[in-house]
């Protein structure tokens, strides 16, 4: 009986996280001194592009392109004297899971250049609770190392280092 009991309680598995977008906002762009643009048309699913790496990560359920920024000239962007500018996502995502979220729930960067944004406590959530993610990013005048594009990526992560949920992505590109 012990050993019966011994194996149920192994068989009894840790509920995983789980996330389910629900809602993204435009990018606001209002600081931006209209020297940032959004290009909606690039807003929307883009598993496709990430789907390599997201094979290794059974509890991310896909990505989505929060957005593409476009930065204005380096022309334009040295008059202006500016280093860098702010692009602010809101996203709205839900608990679908059958457990709380653990206290220590993070969206976190896993890939490209943060833009000033590495991590977002999350904390918990309740199972059916909606929480939203407010990534307020930096946006470089000007690109590093010679590239005119760049893209980076988050997602929330339970706190013992298991990503879930949807991936988040910005791309940025430069004139």
Same mark, same amino acid.
């Given at each position: 009986d012990e050993e019966e009991e011994e194996e149920e309680l192994c068989a009894v598995e840790e509920a995983e996280a789980c996330a389910e977008l629900i809602a993204v906002a435009p990018l606001d762009l209002a600081s931006g001194q209209g020297l940032l643009a959004e290009c909606p048309c690039r807003r929307g699913e883009s598993?496709?592009?990430?789907s390599e790496a997201l094979q290794h990560f059974p509890?991310?359920?896909g990505a989505?392109? !929060?957005g593409r920024v476009e930065?204005?000239?380096?022309?334009a962007m040295s008059k202006a004297r500016c280093a860098s500018l702010v692009a602010i996502s809101r996203v709205v995502v839900r608990n679908n899971g059958s457990a709380a979220w653990p206290a220590d729930t993070t969206l976190r960067l896993v890939a490209g250049h943060?833009?000033?944004f590495g991590q977002l406590p999350v904390g918990p959530l309740g199972v059916g609770? !909606?929480?939203e993610l407010v990534l307020d990013l930096?946006?470089?005048a000007q690109p590093s190392g010679g590239f005119t594009g760049a893209r980076s990526g988050w997602v929330l992560e339970d706190g013992a280092g298991r990503?879930?949920?949807t991936l988040f992505e910005v791309e940025v590109m430069w004139s």
């Open positions: 598993t496709a592009d990430w509890g991310v359920t989505f392109r !929060l930065v204005a000239s380096e022309e943060g833009l000033g609770e !909606l929480a930096q946006v470089p990503p879930f949920g």
